[in-house]
Nanobody
Framework: QVQLVESGGGLVQAGGSLRLSCAAS????????MGWFHQAPGKERSFVAY????????YYADSVKGRFTISRDNAKNTVYLQMNSLKPEDTAVYYC?????????????????WGRGTQVTVSS
């Protein structure tokens, strides 16, 4: 069982930055691919980024590529999402998730554990 708790959300102006954190419980954090997803008002939850278990491989949705960076610190059981050049369309609840599958995956069904989310609001 893994428990995930996101933090770092808030209100920011367009063009600004935020850094989200996701703290995981348990001693096997490094055995999970970690992902970030978001859900905008009135829309379905969608993929943002993932990072492999070792942190050597990352993958991003086209909408955030070049603006967002995912990273992890396995010693601290934490995954991060650095969000730069934020746009109003980035407004959403952001969730982190953990996948125990051998291969990293961007699909939500591959993730076994989810946090409760943190709200990010970008004003124009």
């Amino acid at each position: 069982q893994v428990q995930l708790v996101e933090s770092g959300g808030g209100l920011v102006q367009a063009g600004g930055s935020l850094r989200l954190s996701c703290a995981a419980s348990g001693r096997t954090f490094s055995s999970y691919t970690m992902g970030w997803f978001h859900q905008a008002p009135g829309k379905e939850r969608s993929f943002v980024a993932y990072i492999s278990r070792s942190g050597t491989s990352t993958y991003y949705a086209d909408s955030v590529k070049g603006r967002f960076t995912i990273s992890r610190d396995n010693a601290k059981n934490t995954v991060y999402l650095q969000m730069n050049s934020l746009k109003p369309e980035d407004t959403a609840v952001y969730y982190c998730a953990a996948s125990s599958r051998y291969y990293s995956d961007y699909r939500q069904g591959a993730y076994d554990y989810w946090g409760r989310g943190t709200q990010v609001t970008v004003s124009s």
